[in-house]
């Protein structure tokens, strides 16, 4: 018998707290007073209130909005700061958009000026961490704070930065979030680390990931490098669970390449599924970076009335004249896990 070690979801890890978070220093010299509540703006999920005042800062007016020809001479107001900030944790934080208009979660924006010039918005999330993002209304540049009421009770500086303008008119170029860690893919090498933020169990968790590329399968990817290790070879990448053996693991994602037609392989990967599962087809998956693809969902024995020991996910990519199979094998214990995991890796994957 297999040992199954399930994936233990680090949910003590209060760094992921961080709304769109990133590793932290200790601040020196920041303002730390309240956001003043009658000068503010504040976008609450579930609450909704705002000032007369706030409302007209939030939504702006065309007199403050910058024209196309000089947008990165004008100064930034507050309204168009807190609106950039809500289009960066949106494009980190896909999950986010939808807590905002839930009534589950206590989650909201929040906007001033403070004495020294700088606008600061304040992202409350909903776990009660309260991320602070310090606006240069003039270049734009952004730092982030942190703060934890009980456990980190006073600001500390993120290693967080960005350029406010990147985010403005609705543009969202994310740093970093699993979904669309590739977006800048032809920045990142083989072996490159980053550090990104993703959903998991219904928390924020900073995830550590490495940018793996393989010309010969003609694909590169993200991997989370602190929970998987990275077996390569020239026709398959084999990411496997760090509590697992890997010559004989549970947890683990491979990514081959076929040179038959993706029908052949839908064909020939369904057959041989169907020995042993109660499969769905979804013929019109759609995967962040690599476009629509076949997914196959094996997570029922055949007759669909038990669970197996161990599920799988396997996602069929037309590319370069044949077909990627990446297979993502996971027992039902970390199917909240890895199978999460192997599901954001799946939205980074780029054919090249």
């Known amino acids: 018998m297999k040992k199954r070690i399930a994936l233990i979801v680090c949910c003590s890890m209060l760094l992921a707290l961080a709304g769109c978070g990133a590793k932290s220093e200790t601040a020196t010299g920041f303002n730390k007073e309240p956001i003043p509540g009658a000068e503010s703006v504040q976008d609450t999920a579930g609450q909704g209130t705002a000032t007369e005042e706030g409302t007209a800062k939030e939504e702006g007016t065309a007199s403050e909005a910058p024209s196309a020809g000089n947008a990165s001479d004008a100064s930034i107001t507050e309204g168009q700061a807190l609106e950039a900030v809500k289009n960066y944790c949106y494009a980190n934080n896909p ?3 939808g807590m905002m208009d839930s009534e589950d979660y206590t989650v909201y924006f929040d906007v001033s000026t403070n004495e020294s010039g700088e606008i600061v918005v304040l992202y409350r999330s909903y776990t009660a961490a309260e991320i602070r993002y310090y606006v240069d209304p003039a270049s734009g540049d952004v730092y982030v704070t942190e703060l934890v009421p009980g456990i980190i009770d006073e600001e500390q500086r993120t290693d967080e930065t960005f350029n406010i303008r990147d985010y403005m008119n609705g543009s969202g170029k994310s740093s970093g979030s699993a979904t669309t860690a590739t977006d800048s893919k032809a920045a990142r090498l083989n072996g490159e680390r980053f550090e990104s933020v993703i959903m998991l169990e219904g928390m924020e968790e900073t995830v550590k990931y490495e940018h793996a590329v393989n010309e010969e399968i003609g694909i590169e990817m993200d991997f989370d490098y602190e929970s998987l290790e990275r077996h390569s ?8 669970s760090i509590y697992d053996n890997a010559d004989d693991p549970w947890n683990y994602l491979e990514v081959e390449y076929r040179s038959e037609s993706t029908d052949s392989v839908v064909a020939s990967v369904s057959e041989e599924l169907s020995k042993e599962y109660e499969i769905s087809i979804d013929t019109a998956f759609a995967l962040e970076n690599a476009g629509n693809c076949t997914r196959i969902d094996a997570s029922a024995d055949v007759g669909g009335a038990t669970m197996p020991d161990q599920l799988q996910m396997v996602y069929i990519i037309p590319a370069n004249g044949g077909t990627v199979v990446a297979t993502a ?6 199917a909240e896990g890895f199978g999460h995991l192997f599901n954001y890796m799946m939205h980074t994957l780029s054919v090249i």
């Open 95 to 97: 999950d986010l958009e």
């Open 233 to 240: 070879d020239s026709n398959i990448e084999k990411f496997v």
């Open 329 to 334: 094998h996971y027992s039902i214990e970390a």
